[in-house]
Each structure stands twice: as C-alpha cells, then as structure tokens.
C-alpha cells in the first residue's frame, strides 16, 4: 500500500515539475517536493495557484478612455 | 515591597500546583478499596514502569548493573538503555520506592502527572501573559489534554512531560528578564537531562520541536529576531549541559544501537488520522462512545490518539490565528501548532485508517534516531502551542467574559469520560509465585503470558528469575523468538496452533534455557476445558515430560519428571528449520485447496485425479514436502 502511495505522489510530482516549468510557475522544484512529501495538500494547492495565475494572466487590459 | 510581590507571586504559584493537584486526584481518584497491588492505568505497560521503578533500588541495594538485567528473558538478559525505564523518576523516588513500594508510587506518580503537566503549563502562560485565570485555563487545557488523557492510560514515561512546558517556561523567563546564557542553560540543561531520563523520545523530540520553534519564530515574528539571537546561546549551552549529564547513558545506548530497532513500533502504524481531529476516542465523554466505530481503525490505539481538538475549538483557534495573523503571539504558536499535527500525521496521512497520501513525515522516518519516535505523539507539542495562544487571547484587553464562554463551550467536547479515563487495575498473583513455594533464584517460565509476568516477579519479591520471557520493551526477545515454537506458545493469537508444536522441541527448548518451573495460571475450569490455552499447555507440557506438582485455584506448577538432557548444538540446529506451526498450518489450507481443485477438475472432466495429484506433487513443487501432503491429506 505504501508503494503505491508513493507512486502516486512520484507520478504527480513529475507532472507538477513539467507542467510548473511549462506554465513558467515560480519554483517549479519547490512545488515538487511538495507534493512529493504532502501530496494531499499539496497537489490541490498547486492546481488552485496554477488556475489563479492562468486568470490573472487571461485577464484583460483596462481600457483607458 | 518587591519581597513581599515576590512572596505573593510565590504563593499564587503554589496554590496553582495546589490546585492542579485536587483536580488530578478528583478526577483520577479511585472510589473502590484498594490493595497494594492495584495500580493506576491498564494493560501490561504498567506493571513494566513498576517493575523498572523497583529495579532502580533492588539493583542498587544487591550491586546489581543499573541498565541491564538477567531477571527478565534468563539467561540471556535484557539490556534496559533502550526500554522505557524511567531512571530520572526511579532515582528520585527511590526512597519512597524502598519504604512503600513501587506500586504505591508508581499510583502517585500518575496522579501527580497531569498536575505538574498543567502546571509548567500554567508557568509558561503566566509568565507570558502575567494574567492568573487565563494562566490557569491555559493549565488545565494541557495538563488535560487529549494526548495527556490518552497517555495516562498506560503510558507513565510519556504523561510524566513537566519538563517540555517547564523548558518553555525557562525561554520565556530568560527572553523577559535578560537571563544570561549560563542561567537559562542551567535551567534547560536540568530540565532536558530529567526529560531525557523519563523518556529519551520526548527529550529528542523536544529538542527537534524546539528547533521547529527556532525557526518559525525567526521566519513570522521579524522584531523578535535580536532577541532569539540572545536566546541561542542559552540554548545551546543547556543542550550541550544535558547532554554531558546523560552521557554515560547515551554511551550505553549507542553501544546497543543495533537492538534498538527491534523495541520500536513502526512509525506508520502509529500516525494520527486525519478525522482524528475532529472525531472523539472512547477517552472523551462527549461522543466518544458514539464514534467508537469509526476510531477503532484508526492508527495506532487510543493511549496514542491525542489528536482530538474538536470542531468548535479548531474553527475558534483558525478564526483566531486568521483574525490575529500579523500579531506574532498568535502566528507564531499557531504556525508552529499547525507544523506540530501535521508532522503528527506521520510518513503517510490516513483518513479513517485507509492510507491516501504521503506526509511530511516521510522525509525523516528512516532516519537514525528519528525513526525511533512515534508521530502520534508530536500532539504533545501541538497542544502547548494552543494552551499559550489561548491564554494570550484570554488575557488579551476587553471584556473578558464572552472569551471565557466560548472557550467553556470548546471545551466542553473536551471533557475526559471518567468511566474510561479512571481506570484501577488490580494485579492478582498466583499463590505459588508469592509464598515461597519455588525455591529462591530459581528459573521459571509463566504461562500463558498475557504480560502480567513482570509485576508477579515483583509481587514475589524478585524471587526468581524469568526464562525467556519478560515484558520491558517491545519485540521478540532474542534468541528464544527463533524457535518456531515460541510464537505459538507465547501469543495468544497463535493458540489454535498448540496441538501442532513438537513437544521433543518443547522439551528441547526448556532444557536448552535451564527452565526449572513452568507456572500455568488458570482456573480449574480453564485447565477443565480442552479449547483453553492454559489446558493446551498442560496438555503440551505433559507429552513433553513435564509434571504438575502442585496445583492451586488460580495456577498448576510443573516440574519436568525424569531430570531432562540439554540438547547438543546439532539438535537445537535442526530445530531450527522445521516450520513454525502457524506457517505450517496455512500450507496445510494452501494445499488442501489446490488438491479439492485438482480432484472437482478431475471430476468434472472425468479424468483419473490420482495420476493428476500425482502430476501437481511431482511438478508444481507445493511448499510442504511430498511426504507431509500424502500424509496429512491424502
């Protein structure tokens, strides 16, 4: 059981390394490890961070009239 | 005039200790007769802390050695530097022990736990927040906490933690009133060398906390900085004191590192759950009972469980932490409580048992000496940090009486169940073990042992030696654990497997230890019905040549009838190799699967399903040998 608790957090935290350097996250090896030792709070962290960064990168350009 | 607010002050102290004292000894007190056997707590772990409190001074009074024993698992012995022996409070209370005995004391030292538990609490608060009430809440809260109530079930080596708040106290005392570095390490250097005597886990994990501390104040209360770096010296200077105090100690236990994995509990096995904050154990009166289900699988068991905050005082201490998160009086002990119950989850987080993440936990728990502690037990500190913040937000300006009815509300799920948390055992020893009936020194084996062995000894006077067997630390007693018989005899869990044991391997194993005396504790209606152990065991140790001879209402002592050989190295070597009995048992049900299977096949296909056994023996190498399956099945 514990092995495959470790895979999971292993698998989640190559994901979060490639896709933190993709989506040019700050610390990307930071957000690994900590998914890797916390994976519970961590993982979801990292998606709802990852989700306010893509809004506030989508959001537009006050228009000045 | 500042003698006389000295006195006072003094005073006040005292009547706190007073105080604390009543409500331990209130709560704790046992309404029923008691005996000079009956003690405080239940389970086996007890009778080991009195066993270890009397060793101190029967060890001094016969020049006996201080940390290691052949009274228990005779004749190999037992090394005590890492079992739970309890040296600071066997010391000091030796002469006590010697004129009322380990029983008596033991029952006062788990009395006067939780009181001196709140009262280094009280100390701490008070000398942070100089506010008397908010002072002696924040006491009772961790003196009373849910890992004190859970400890004082059994566990004196970890209840007995006065000195964790009492360390805290000394930093807040040397941060206020500019001690220098000698005093504060004077101070903590007692304070850690007593802790690492009553229990070298808490003193290493106080000391790693104590460092978690270091840091989280350095990172969230930038103005205190100046005054951290006064601090460390202090601190250092008292780590280095205990540690030059214990040295000849950690010298013993550094000689017998390579025993210590075997005493310890695996740390994943004992990880506070995640629902274990907000789900009530049996220890508490509200709930407690209705939650049983859920709790029974969480880790560990419910002397561990000190995890249980409650939903009302979690949402009060995050609302206030939130409200307050600028202000380092509240960041800082909520950051560092928030760090403490996190790493209490463990290598791996559990919700309700079932493992469903990796834990922060999982980065130190192969560690040397790390490994050794148990996470559960990181609440300890978790607690005190919630004990001092809430005494700030208590002593803090405004009305007062609202934060003292929120706080009894919290509380109120809280409360200890007195029918669960009060518990007296009464040990009753065989008569044969107390009234000289076994000669002095003599060599015995108690059977069956449900861990009662170590007070008997006691009881009788430390009278004979114990064969084998001993309960002072956890683990399987080198070498008797690898005959393939002692499980079965020793585990209760194994006793289906009693008629399969070899009594020549019975008999070889007690002449091999010199066993003089077996004592088989039952009552005539126990040895009376054959599916007993203790009637399995009679059974056994008559076909092994044994014979009862003498036989009482509560145990029967066998002696072996003709004198018996001890077996030569050869002997005991093949021994070694035959197949435990359980494990021969499940290749036995293995077996007999596969030969029902093959025969319904041989049936169904109408085929011949001897020529196919024959094939399936021949072929398939099944793990008993060829003889054993024809013999047994077919």
């Known amino acids: ?65 | 005039m500042k003698v006389t607010n000295k006195i006072t002050q003094i005073l006040k102290h005292e009547l706190a200790l007073l105080l604390f004292l009543t409500a331990s000894c209130a709560f704790y007190f046992n309404p029923e007769p008691v005996s000079a056997t009956t003690y405080f707590g239940s389970g086996p772990d007890p009778l080991g802390f009195i066993w270890f409190l009397n060793w101190r001074v029967f060890s001094a009074q016969h020049h006996l050695p201080f940390f290691f024993t052949y009274f228990a698992n005779a004749p190999a012995g037992t090394d005590l530097s890492w079992t739970t022996n309890v040296l600071s409070l066997g010391l000091l209370t030796a002469p006590l022990t010697a004129k009322f005995g380990a029983f008596a004391v033991y029952n006062g030292l788990m009395l006067a736990a939780p009181a001196l538990a709140c009262w280094g609490a009280y100390l701490a608060a008070f000398e942070l927040t100089e506010d008397y009430l908010a002072a002696l809440t924040a006491g009772l809260l961790f003196g009373f906490s849910s890992y004190m109530l859970g400890q004082l079930l059994d566990h004196l080596n970890l209840c007995f933690i006065f000195a964790v708040p009492f360390c805290l106290w000394a930093c807040i005392a040397a941060a206020k009133h500019g001690w220098g570095a000698w005093r504060l390490g004077a101070w903590l250097g007692l304070g850690l060398a007593f802790q690492f005597g009553v229990s070298q886990e808490i003193f290493a994990s106080l000391v790693m906390f104590a460092a978690i501390a270091v840091v989280v104040l350095h990172i969230l209360h930038r103005a205190g900085r100046s005054m951290l770096r006064r601090l460390l010296p202090g601190m250092a200077l008292g780590l280095g004191l205990s540690l030059v105090l214990i040295s000849p100690l950690i010298w013993d236990m550094l000689r017998h590192y390579a025993d210590a994995g075997r005493n310890v509990a695996a740390a994943k096995n004992y990880s506070t759950d995640l629902l274990g904050f907000v789900i009530p154990t049996p220890i508490d009166w509200l709930g407690g009972n209705l939650f049983k289900p859920a709790t029974k699988i969480f880790q560990g068991n419910y002397a561990e469980e000190g995890a249980y905050i409650g939903l009302p005082l979690l949402v009060l201490l995050a609302s206030l932490v939130w409200r307050n998160r600028a202000d380092p009086r509240f960041s800082v002990p909520g950051a560092f409580a928030v760090a403490a119950a996190i790493l209490s989850l463990g290598p791996y987080a559990h919700a309700l048992g079932h493992e469903m993440s990796t834990a922060p936990w999982i980065v130190a728990f192969k560690l040397p000496f790390l490994k050794s502690m148990l996470p559960m037990r990181f609440m300890l500190y978790a607690w005190l940090a919630i004990a001092v913040l809430l005494a700030t937000w208590l002593a803090a300006p405004g009305r007062k009486y609202p934060r003292y009815a929120a706080l009894a509300f919290c509380l109120l799920f809280l409360t200890p169940s007195r029918a669960y948390d009060r518990n007296w055992t009464r040990l009753t020893t065989p008569a044969m073990l107390t009234d000289r009936g076994i000669p002095p020194d003599s060599r015995i084996l108690v059977l069956p042992e449900y861990f009662n062995e170590m007070g008997y000894q006691y009881e009788s006077g430390m009278n004979f030696t114990l064969a084998a067997q001993g309960y002072l630390s956890g683990g399987l007693p080198d070498p008797f654990a690898k005959w393939p018989l002692y499980r079965t005899i020793f585990r209760e869990k194994y006793q289906p497997y009693i008629p399969m044991v070899d009594p020549h391997m019975l008999a070889a194993f007690l002449a091999t230890y010199q066993v003089q005396y077996v004592v088989l504790t039952g009552s005539a209606t126990d040895f009376a019905d054959s599916q007993t152990q203790s009637a399995e065991l009679a059974a056994l140790l008559q076909q092994a040549g044994w014979t009862a001879v003498r036989t009482d209402a509560d145990a029967r002592l066998y002696r072996p009838a003709p004198p018996q050989a001890v077996p030569d190295a050869a002997e005991i070597e093949a021994y070694m190799h035959v197949q435990r009995p359980e494990n021969r048992a499940r290749a036995i049900d293995y077996e007999t699967y596969w030969v029902r299977s093959i025969r319904s096949l041989a049936h169904l296909a109408g085929l011949n399903a001897q020529s196919l056994l024959d094939i399936y023996v021949a072929h398939a190498h099944p793990p008993l040998p060829v003889s054993a399956i024809e013999g047994e099945l077919w």
């Open chain 1, 1 to 65: 059981m514990a092995s495959n608790t470790i895979w999971v957090a292993l698998i989640s935290a190559g994901f979060v390394f490639r896709d933190a350097k993709r989506q040019k996250m700050p610390q990307p090896l930071a957000w690994t490890g900590a998914v890797l030792i916390f994976w519970a709070a961590a993982l979801p962290w990292y998606l709802w961070q990852r989700h306010r960064d893509k809004l506030a990168s989508t959001q537009p350009c006050t228009e000045l009239s």
